[in-house]
């Protein structure tokens, strides 16, 4: 018996025939793979002899690459399949919730599909010729879903968010769906097309922002991680089971109102990713509605913290400290509608409670002269909460306004020199 000369003697032969295998399996291409299924079998199985196939193929690689044709055949179609399940997302004014149903109908429809294993194993064992089609198909797939995706945050006055990119939303997306509906034939107590929906949803609403937005990646993933643990009415840091509860009911909360909408998401749910009982979850907040103020405040007061200390030193910091709470509530417009419900209906809180508008209150007593001129008598508080109010609400009735124009609006009504003796604060 001879051997190869590079192959070390010393190694004991059942290792040398295992790396021998490997290595041939490594080696296959879509011939190969025809080629050891056997045409013989193939004609058995078609109900003709083995000369027909070669009459109709010419050989085993005409065969093979018929094979491939097919497979990675009809990208057009399928193409135009899923630009027409984003389309569905395009002409939604419910984002989150028509995203649901796209990624749940986009699972079932490739977890149906009988040659998505033969795509996944052409690809692996197919040789260049496989790992060449696989990649046509695919970028065949993404030339037509880019142009639907660009319709897509256009139609919602959204953008993608630094440092992705179209091509690489539409690659994460891609690879999510992909391993999940592999995934799914293997272990589906693992994922199905609810965890699948919910995954890819929550992939899309942190992947793209509303315009206007400055923050990238890395700052929506320090706010979804930054909880810090200190009494709402004080500020000063505290410790406990209790406060400990209370974090994680408020991160629960943003976590599902980010995925599946305030008015989508129930008090029993929240307490379930919390980890507590709805009852625990009462001790806490007496609704739903006091649980997303108290998370407005908490995650407003934290985003203008951090822009405080990250940005330069505004020329007008109470027109920049207006800005920045719109630029804020413009992408938590869910829990924005309760704590402005909140601000009208019952006026000013107790000290300590509200940071935002005290902060707001602060910086209006020191706006100088031009402010203080509009001022008129009215309290530097009463002035921030009025402020507030109109501030919100204009962006509410109408999200897509630039920041700019809300905050000229806000205050040419309550900051704007005024002839003597008008008085009142217009709205």
């Given at each position: 018996?001879?051997?190869?000369?590079?192959?070390?003697?010393?190694?004991?032969?059942?290792?040398?025939?295992?790396?021998?295998?490997?290595?041939?399996?490594l080696?296959?291409?879509?011939?190969?793979?025809?080629?050891?299924?056997?045409?013989?079998?193939?004609?058995?199985?078609?109900?003709?002899?083995?000369?027909?196939?070669v009459?109709?193929?010419?050989?085993?690689?005409?065969?093979?690459?018929a094979v491939?044709?097919?497979?990675?055949?009809?990208?057009e179609?399928?193409?135009?399949?899923?630009a027409?399940?984003?389309?569905?997302?395009?002409?939604?004014?419910?984002?989150?919730?028509?995203?649901?149903?796209?990624?749940?109908?986009?699972?079932?429809?490739?977890?149906?599909?009988p040659?998505l294993?033969?795509?996944m194993?052409?690809?692996?064992?197919?040789?260049?010729?496989?790992?060449?089609?696989?990649?046509?198909?695919?970028?065949?797939?993404?030339?037509?879903?880019?142009?639907?995706?660009?319709?897509?945050?256009?139609?919602?006055?959204?953008?993608?968010?630094?440092?992705?990119?179209?091509?690489?939303?539409?690659?994460?997306?891609?690879?999510?769906?992909?391993?999940?509906?592999?995934?799914?034939?293997?272990?589906?107590?693992?994922?199905?097309?609810?965890?699948?929906?919910?995954?890819?949803?929550?992939?899309?609403?942190?992947?793209?922002?509303?315009?206007?937005?400055?923050?990238?990646?890395?700052?929506?993933?320090?706010?979804?991680?930054?909880?810090?643990?200190?009494?709402?009415?004080?500020?000063?840091?505290?410790?406990?089971?209790a406060?400990?509860?209370?974090?994680?009911?408020?991160?629960?909360?943003?976590?599902?109102?980010?995925?599946?909408?305030?008015?989508?998401?129930?008090?029993?749910?929240?307490?379930?990713?919390?980890?507590?009982?709805?009852?625990?979850?009462?001790?806490?907040?007496?609704?739903?509605?006091r649980?997303?103020?108290?998370?407005?405040?908490?995650?407003?007061?934290?985003a203008?913290?951090?822009?405080?200390?990250?940005?330069?030193?505004?020329?007008?910091?109470?027109?920049?400290?207006?800005?920045?709470?719109?630029?804020?509530a413009?992408?938590?417009?869910?829990?924005?509608?309760?704590?402005?419900?909140?601000?009208?209906?019952?006026?000013?809180?107790?000290?300590?409670?509200?940071l935002?508008r005290?902060?707001?209150?602060?910086?209006?007593?020191?706006?100088?002269?031009?402010?203080?001129?509009?001022?008129?008598?009215?309290?530097?508080l009463?002035?921030?909460?009025?402020?507030?109010?109109?501030?919100?609400?204009?962006?509410?009735?109408?999200?897509?306004?630039?920041?700019?124009?809300?905050?000229?609006?806000?205050?040419?009504?309550f900051?704007?020199?005024?002839?003597?003796?008008?008085?009142?604060?217009?709205?």
């Amino acid at each position: 018996m001879t051997s190869d000369p590079a192959t070390p003697q010393h190694e004991p032969l059942r290792e040398r025939i295992l790396a021998a295998t490997l290595a041939a399996l490594l080696d296959l291409d879509t011939p190969a793979l025809v080629s050891a299924v056997g045409l013989r079998e193939i004609a058995r199985r078609a109900g003709a002899s083995p000369a027909s196939v070669v009459y109709h193929f010419g050989s085993v690689e005409g065969l093979a690459e018929a094979v491939l044709d097919h497979v990675f055949g009809g990208v057009e179609a399928r193409a135009e399949e899923v630009a027409a399940g984003i389309l569905s997302v395009v002409r939604s004014q419910l984002p989150v919730q028509a995203a649901l149903s796209l990624h749940t109908a986009e699972f079932q429809r490739i977890t149906g599909d009988p040659e998505l294993s033969l795509r996944m194993g052409l690809w692996a064992f197919g040789g260049q010729q496989g790992a060449d089609r696989y990649h046509a198909y695919l970028r065949g797939v993404d030339d037509q879903a880019r142009l639907v995706l660009e319709a897509l945050v256009e139609h919602w006055g959204r953008e993608v968010r630094p440092p992705f990119d179209v091509d690489t939303v539409l690659a994460a997306h891609t690879a999510l769906v992909n391993g999940h509906c592999i995934r799914a034939g293997m272990a589906p107590d693992l994922i199905d097309a609810r965890r699948h929906a919910l995954a890819a949803t929550a992939l899309s609403m942190t992947i793209l922002r509303v315009r206007g937005d400055s923050r990238d990646m890395d700052d929506r993933l320090a706010e979804v991680n930054y909880y810090p643990l200190e009494n709402a009415r004080t500020g000063a840091p505290v410790t406990g089971r209790a406060e400990t509860t209370r974090a994680r009911l408020l991160a629960a909360a943003a976590e599902l109102f980010a995925v599946r909408g305030f008015d989508d998401t129930s008090i029993a749910q929240i307490a379930r990713v919390a980890g507590v009982g709805t009852s625990t979850l009462h001790q806490h907040f007496a609704t739903k509605q006091r649980l997303a103020i108290a998370l407005f405040r908490k995650q407003a007061e934290d985003a203008l913290l951090r822009a405080r200390r990250t940005d330069a030193a505004p020329s007008d910091p109470l027109r920049a400290h207006l800005g920045a709470i719109v630029d804020f509530a413009r992408t938590h417009l869910d829990i924005t509608e309760p704590y402005l419900a909140d601000l009208a209906c019952h006026g000013p809180v107790a000290p300590g409670e509200d940071l935002v508008r005290e902060r707001l209150a602060d910086l209006v007593a020191t706006a100088g002269p031009s402010a203080a001129a509009a001022a008129d008598g009215v309290p530097s508080l009463d002035r921030a909460h009025l402020a507030l109010v109109v501030l919100l609400t204009q962006l509410l009735g109408a999200p897509a306004t630039p920041t700019e124009a809300i905050v000229e609006q806000v205050w040419s009504a309550f900051f704007a020199d005024r002839p003597a003796g008008t008085g009142q604060v217009s709205v």
